[in-house]
Nanobody, 126 residues
Framework: QVQLVESGGGLVQAGDSLRLSCAAS????????MGWFRQAPGKEREFVAA????????YYAHSVKGRFTISRDNARNTVFLQMNSLKPEDTAVYYC???????????????????WGQGTQVTVSS
């Protein structure tokens, strides 16, 4: 069983930055692509960013490209989401996710998630 635990959310003003972290349990973290999704009130969960198992490839939703950066530290079993120039429309619960396919790198085709974190709230005031 894999556990994903997010942290780093909070209340910020428009234009501010936040860095989310997701700590994963288990010994095989470095073999799997990871991603971030978000869900705003009354909306469906949407993809935000993904990173390949080795960290060499990343993929972003159009709405966050150029503002958000996903990264990972396989030695620490942690994936990060650096969020800059935050906007009120970025307000959502942010979820960390693991793709179920080992050594998966075709990020633009989407993630097939087998594990989710519990989520962390990000609120951006105008």
């Amino acid at each position: 069983q894999v556990q994903l635990v997010e942290s780093g959310g909070g209340l910020v003003q428009a234009g501010d930055s936040l860095r989310l972290s997701c700590a994963a349990s288990g010994r095989t973290f470095s073999s799997y692509a990871m991603g971030w999704f978000r869900q705003a009130p009354g909306k469906e969960r949407e993809f935000v960013a993904a990173i390949s198992w080795g960290g060499s490839m990343t993929y972003y939703a159009h709405s966050v490209k150029g503002r958000f950066t996903i990264s990972r530290d396989n030695a620490r079993n942690t994936v990060f989401l650096q969020m800059n120039s935050l906007k009120p429309e970025d307000t959502a619960v942010y979820y960390c996710a693991r793709d179920r396919r080992i050594y998966y790198s075709d990020l633009s085709s989407g993630l097939d998630v087998d594990y989710w974190g519990q989520g962390t709230q990000v609120t951006v005031s105008s």
